[in-house]
Structures are given as structure tokens and as C-alpha cells.
């Protein structure tokens, strides 16, 4: 029997030596990519358990959008600063990530139809509407959570490697569309159908308040 607090001293004074560099505090700044685009982020460790990380994030991608029947080019454009607390509830890599993007995250639509469409319930030609202009303008704040893997503070070398899942959410978004160019784009009768238009867009793109984060970074520890 006396094996067992034996063997139980030999793994404490084995992982020692581990838990005590996890312990020393550290800065590492790494690279990132994924769903949330390019970027860069600062880690500060606080302790065993917890990192204070923040970002800087750029995603652009531009796709061809069918909303109510209309075609439209869409042009994505998210510029975010992040802040997070990261912790790592066993002293290792896996990690439980808290904390929100912040910053602008809008789409910017464009049509010109080239037969008749349906606006707010009317059919038009492509004369009487011209261009149309749109803006899909997320919150400016979207928390977050995740879970995920960051070796960095838990190796011996400089380098750690990162990998992270989670969600970002916001507000339902906010849609207006604007004519130009079109023999009705400045008639009050044809503007207030563009709004019921934009009311339609906006039940569309509902879904978009939710943000999937799919992200692998390489970091640099100092």
C-alpha cells in the first residue's frame, strides 16, 4: 500500500517543474486566420489559468447575393478589435474563451436589374429603377464564446500553436436600400417601397446576428 503515496509524490514532484513554468508570466504576440479573416493577436499571461488576449481582425470577401427575387453583388467588409479572456481550467492547452469583437462589420450590396422586379410587392422596369444600393450594417458589438487549443504558455519552446471554435452573435441586422438612376429612384411612392424592401432583406439576413468562428493561429512567445 505504500506504493500508492509513493507514486502519487512522484507524479506532484514530476509535474512540478511544468506547473511552475505555466505559473511565470509571459507575452506572446501570433497571427491568426479563419472565418473571422486575417489577424493579429497579443496574449498577456495572467497565471496558470488565465490570458488576457486582444486582436485585430480583417475580413473582406465580395459574392454574388439573391435576396427577394433580386441579384445582387455583395461586397463583405468586418474590421473588429477583440478582447478575451481565455481560460485554461486544466493548466495545459484546452482552453474556455470569453469576450467580444468589436468595431464595423457591413455588406455592401449593389443590382441593376435587367428585366422587371419585384419591390415591395409592385413589379418595376429596369428603367424606373435604375441602380440599387445597399448596406447591411451588423451591431458594432458581438460577444463571444469558444472552446478550443493554445499551447503557447505551456511549452518549453517559443512557439505554440493555436486553434479555436466558437460563436459570435449581435443584433438583427440592419438593411437600407437606396435607387439611383432610375426614372421613379427620387418618387416618394417608389422610396417607401424600397423600404418595405429593406424590411424584406432584413428578415432574410436574420440569421446573419450569428457568426460562426472557426480559427488557427501560430504564436511567438517572449
Same mark, same amino acid.
Given at each position: 500500500?505504500?506504493?500508492?503515496?509513493?507514486?502519487?509524490?512522484?507524479?506532484?514532484? *514530476?509535474?512540478?517543474?511544468?506547473?511552475?513554468? *505555466?505559473?511565470?508570466?509571459?507575452?506572446?504576440?501570433?497571427?491568426?486566420?479563419?472565418?473571422?479573416?486575417?489577424?493579429? +493577436?497579443?496574449?498577456? $499571461?495572467?497565471?496558470?489559468?488565465?490570458?488576457?488576449?486582444? *486582436?485585430?481582425?480583417?475580413?473582406?470577401?465580395?459574392? +454574388?447575393?439573391?435576396?427577394?427575387?433580386?441579384?445582387?453583388?455583395?461586397?463583405?467588409?468586418?474590421?473588429?478589435?477583440?478582447?478575451?479572456?481565455?481560460?485554461?481550467?486544466?493548466?495545459?492547452?484546452?482552453?474556455?474563451?470569453?469576450?467580444?469583437?468589436?468595431?464595423?462589420?457591413?455588406?455592401?450590396?449593389?443590382?441593376?436589374?435587367?428585366?422587371?422586379?419585384?419591390?415591395?410587392?409592385?413589379?418595376?422596369?429596369?428603367?424606373?429603377?435604375?441602380?440599387?444600393?445597399?448596406?447591411? $450594417?451588423?451591431?458594432?458589438?458581438?460577444?463571444?464564446?469558444?472552446?478550443?487549443?493554445?499551447?503557447?504558455?505551456?511549452? *518549453?519552446?517559443?512557439?505554440?500553436?493555436?486553434?479555436?471554435?466558437?460563436?459570435a452573435w449581435s443584433d438583427a441586422p440592419e438593411v437600407a436600400l437606396t435607387s439611383t438612376g432610375g426614372s421613379l429612384s427620387n418618387d416618394p411612392t417608389f422610396q417607401a417601397?424600397?423600404?418595405?424592401?429593406?424590411?424584406?432583406?432584413?428578415?432574410?439576413?436574420?440569421?446573419?446576428?450569428?457568426?460562426?468562428?472557426?480559427?488557427?493561429?501560430?504564436?511567438? $512567445?517572449?
Amino acid at each position: 500500500m505504500r506504493l500508492i503515496p509513493a507514486a502519487a509524490a512522484a507524479l506532484l514532484l *514530476s509535474a512540478g517543474p511544468a506547473l511552475a513554468q *505555466s505559473s511565470e508570466p509571459g507575452v506572446a504576440v501570433g497571427a491568426t486566420a479563419g472565418t473571422s479573416g486575417l489577424g493579429l +493577436d497579443v496574449q498577456v $499571461k495572467l497565471g496558470p489559468i488565465f490570458t488576457l488576449r486582444g *486582436s485585430l481582425d480583417r475580413l473582406s470577401h465580395s459574392a +454574388d447575393e439573391s435576396y427577394d427575387g433580386i441579384d445582387y453583388s455583395g461586397d463583405l467588409t468586418f474590421d473588429t478589435v477583440g478582447g478575451f479572456i481565455d481560460m485554461h481550467p486544466l493548466a495545459n492547452g484546452f482552453l474556455i474563451s470569453g469576450g467580444a469583437y468589436v468595431g464595423d462589420r457591413d455588406i455592401a450590396l449593389a443590382a441593376t436589374p435587367t428585366g422587371p422586379v419585384d419591390i415591395g410587392g409592385q413589379t418595376y422596369t429596369p428603367g424606373q429603377v435604375g441602380t440599387l444600393n445597399g448596406a447591411v $450594417k451588423l451591431s458594432g458589438v458581438a460577444p463571444f464564446v469558444g472552446i478550443g487549443w493554445d499551447d503557447t504558455f505551456y511549452r *518549453s519552446g517559443r512557439w505554440g500553436f493555436r486553434a479555436v471554435a466558437g460563436v459570435a452573435w449581435s443584433d438583427a441586422p440592419e438593411v437600407a436600400l437606396t435607387s439611383t438612376g432610375g426614372s421613379l429612384s427620387n418618387d416618394p411612392t417608389f422610396q417607401a417601397r424600397l423600404r418595405d424592401e429593406s424590411q424584406d432583406i432584413t428578415d432574410e439576413v436574420e440569421g446573419y446576428g450569428l457568426f460562426p468562428i472557426l480559427q488557427v493561429g501560430l504564436n511567438y $512567445k517572449f
